[in-house]
C-alpha cells in the first residue's frame, strides 16, 4: 500500500516549516516596531519634561502608561505568531489529508 | 466463508485510513478567530473620534479647559470603547485583542479622572496621550486585519464569511 509514514511526516514538517520561515519576518518586524515606537515615546517624555511641559509626577505616570502601550504592541505580533503557527499547522494537516487519499486511491 | 488473512488485513488497513482521512479532512487548527470588518471599522471610528477629541482640547486655550466642557464627550467616547470592550470579548480565541481594547479604556478612564480632579489638561499631557491613543488604536486595528486569513489558509467549511 502506498502510504510511507516517514514520508507524509517529512512531508508534513517540509509544510509546515516553510509556512513559519515565509511568515516569520512579519512577527520579527512587529516587535522590532514595537521597539522602535516605544523608544520615540520615551524620548517624547523625556523631551517635555526638559521643555517643562510636564512635571515630575507626570513623567512617572506617562512612563506607567507606556507599559500598557508597550504590551498592546507585543499583543499584535503575538496575533501574527498564533496567525504563523495557525497556517504551519493546517498546512502539515493538507499534506497528510493528501497522502491519505492517494494512499485511499491506490487500494 | 472466512475471507483470507491477507483480504482481511488489506480491509482493515482501507477501513483505518478511512476513519484517518474522514477525520483528517474536518480537522483544521485554529488558534485566532476570523477578521470581523465591522470591529475593524468600530475601532477606525472610535480611534478616528478619540484622536478628534485631542484636537479639541489641544485647539482650546490652555487656560480654558475645565472637565465640564469636555465631559459629555468623554462619557461618549467610553461608552464607544465599553461597545468594543463588549464586541471582542465576545468572540472566542479572541484573547489579545480583547486586551488591548481594556488598555484602551483603562487609560480613557484614567485621564478622563485625571482631567476631572485637576479641572484643566496640560499642553504636554494632552499631545503625549494623543500620540499614545494613536498607537494604542493602531494596534487595536493591526490585531484585527492580522486575523485576514488567504482563502488557502481558510477551513472553507468551517470558518464563518
Redesign the interface.
Same mark, same amino acid.
Given at each position: 500500500?502506498a502510504?510511507d509514514t516517514g514520508e507524509v511526516l517529512d512531508g508534513m514538517l517540509g509544510a509546515a516549516a516553510g509556512i513559519l520561515s515565509k511568515e516569520w519576518p512579519s512577527v520579527r518586524a512587529?516587535v522590532e516596531t514595537a521597539w522602535e #515606537?516605544e523608544r520615540d515615546?520615551i524620548e517624547?517624555?523625556a523631551q517635555?519634561r526638559l =521643555?517643562g /511641559?510636564?512635571d515630575d509626577d #507626570?513623567v512617572k505616570?506617562?512612563l506607567a #502608561? /507606556?507599559k #500598557? =502601550?508597550l504590551?498592546?504592541?507585543l *499583543?499584535?505580533c @503575538?496575533? @501574527?505568531g498564533?496567525?504563523a503557527?495557525?497556517?504551519a499547522?493546517?498546512a502539515a494537516?493538507k499534506v *497528510?489529508?493528501n497522502a491519505? @487519499?492517494a494512499?485511499?486511491k491506490a *487500494? | 466463508m472466512r475471507s483470507s488473512p491477507y483480504i482481511s488485513r488489506r480491509l482493515r488497513h482501507f477501513a483505518v485510513l478511512f476513519v484517518v482521512a474522514f477525520a483528517v479532512n474536518g480537522c483544521a487548527i485554529k488558534l485566532v478567530p476570523d477578521y470581523d470588518g465591522v470591529t475593524f471599522e468600530e475601532i477606525i471610528k472610535v480611534g478616528k473620534k478619540v484622536d478628534r477629541f485631542y484636537g479639541d482640547v489641544l485647539e482650546t486655550k490652555s487656560t480654558d479647559r475645565p472637565y465640564q466642557k469636555f465631559s459629555e464627550r468623554y462619557v461618549e467616547i467610553e461608552t464607544d470603547i465599553r461597545s468594543l470592550v463588549t464586541r471582542n470579548s465576545a468572540r472566542a480565541l479572541n484573547e489579545e485583542s480583547m486586551q488591548i481594547s481594556e488598555i484602551i479604556l483603562k487609560l480613557w478612564v484614567k485621564y478622563k479622572d485625571n482631567h476631572k480632579l485637576k479641572d484643566t489638561y496640560s499642553d504636554g499631557n494632552a499631545k503625549l496621550d494623543r500620540n499614545r491613543f494613536i498607537r494604542l488604536f493602531s494596534s487595536a486595528a493591526s490585531a484585527e486585519v492580522a486575523k485576514k486569513l488567504d482563502p488557502d489558509d481558510k477551513n472553507a467549511e468551517k470558518d464563518s464569511k
Open positions: 500500500m502510504f512587529c #515606537d515615546a517624547a517624555i517635555a =521643555t /511641559e510636564i #507626570d505616570s506617562q #502608561d /507606556e #500598557d =502601550t504590551s498592546a504592541a *499583543l499584535v @503575538k496575533v @501574527k498564533k496567525v503557527a495557525q497556517k499547522a493546517n494537516i *497528510l489529508a491519505i @487519499k494512499a485511499l *487500494l | -
